[in-house]
């Protein structure tokens, strides 16, 4: 049996980081899976959907669902905040608001803000888009490892397919809070609702949230409805960077209506430029799965593994071009001259579980760890 190298910081600090997401993971997948069955019923009420929200989330979540999540503050708020703004409304046309509401509701604004707190006190000479971006990376490094709680499958491809929707959809409404925190705004303000919902729909409307694998975000998930961790990465970043850009201008709080309708086309570019970004960082993610999952079985080729690519939840726009190139695929320096260190941060995360689910990391897997890892930057990882 042979190990993976420990020398190199940037690779243990991932590893490291694994150990304490795994910890508090089963949790909120309780709490994920919770908001997925209460929202099913949205459409009977809105009103019995809080309250059957409040009781599976108390139950289910325990100590760790707790610590990023609350009872909700008030539904009706929210849902009169949309039916009062055509602005609102038509950015949100083509999700599902009313799911997307309960994870906003349930966000616990005030762990949200001590989290940001405890951040900016230990880094107070941070700009707030340094404190965001580590709150992104955060966020994904933590997405990346709680679909590691339970063991792997036993097919390594189907392995990929293990961030339960409803949870990363709770995650990102966290992080949106987080991130106008870190610009300086009034959590308790119900204003921060209504962005939220504003941030999804500028981040995930049309086709190409399709192609991302994103798609989902326009139902209701069932329970335990999952994408893969490259759709879930490309989640995060894509609504934490539009977040990011949605708070740095500052707007008026007291006129969301009027202010983000001035800026709703520079928004909506930007956030089409994140999203591209992202689709491009999925494909190189799931080669670059693709070649760690063929390391440990050196004896098949990447094309023998094309069956099973179709059942691992796949984005689209990556079943494409794994599909249209799998007999000439590009080669791992070429790939990781694309990847970009912030993805590789959670790709590092993702396929050191997967080479060790054997328990085991041979030579060709261990070389291959070790170029992902030279990848990611250090100063994405929390101190």
């Not at 899976?33 to 059957?52: D, R």
């Not at 987080?178 to 939220?196: C, K, T």
């Not at 069932?222 to 500052?250: E, R, V």
């Not at 060790?356 to 890892?373: T, V």
């Amino acid at each position: 049996m042979s190990s993976s190298s420990k020398d190199d910081s940037k690779s243990d600090k991932p590893k490291a980081f694994s150990s304490l997401l795994r910890s508090v993971s089963q949790g909120t997948g309780q709490v994920g899976n919770a908001i997925a069955q209460s929202t099913t019923q949205v459409g009977q009420s809105l009103n019995s959907a809080k309250e059957i929200a409040v009781q599976s989330i108390v139950g289910a979540g325990g100590a760790a669902g707790r610590k990023a999540m609350s009872v909700p503050k008030g539904l009706g708020s929210t849902v009169n905040l949309i039916s009062q703004s055509p602005l609102l409304q038509r950015l949100t046309k083509g999700l599902k608001a009313d799911w997307l509401l309960t994870a906003i509701e349930v966000v616990d604004v005030i762990q949200a803000e001590a989290t940001v707190k405890e951040l900016q006190q230990k880094n107070p000479i941070w700009e707030p888009d340094r404190i965001a971006h580590q709150l992104i990376t955060d966020k994904a490094l933590f997405a990346a490892g709680s679909g590691l709680a339970n063991d792997l499958l036993p097919d390594r491809v189907l392995a990929l397919v293990e961030l339960d929707v409803a949870t990363t959809t709770a995650l990102c409404a966290e992080l949106i809070y987080q991130i106008a925190a870190a610009y300086g705004l009034d959590l308790q303000s119900s204003d921060r609702q209504g962005e939220a919902l504003a941030i999804f729909g500028l981040s995930f409307s049309g086709n190409l949230a399709i192609e991302a694998g994103l798609g989902l975000i326009s139902n209701v998930p069932l329970a335990g409805t999952l994408i893969n961790a490259s759709a879930g990465a490309a989640m995060i970043y894509t609504l934490g960077y539009g977040a990011c850009n949605f708070y740095k201008t500052q707007l008026d709080d007291s006129d969301l209506d009027r202010n983000l309708a001035r800026l709703e086309a520079e928004f909506r570019a930007k956030s089409k430029q994140y999203l591209e970004a992202a689709i491009d960082q999925e494909i190189v993610m799931d080669w670059l799965f693709l070649y760690v999952i063929r390391a440990s079985k050196p004896e098949q080729t990447l094309s023998s593994f094309l069956p099973d690519l179709q059942n691992a939840h796949l984005s689209p726009a990556s079943l494409k071009e794994i599909t249209e190139k799998i007999q000439s695929p590009p080669s791992v320096e070429r790939l990781l001259a694309q990847l970009n260190s912030d993805y590789a941060l959670v790709l590092s995360e993702r396929c050191r579980a997967i080479a060790q689910s054997d328990r085991s990391i041979n030579s060709e897997e261990e070389r291959l760890l070790k170029l992902i890892d030279q990848k990611v930057d250090s100063s994405a990882i929390a101190p």
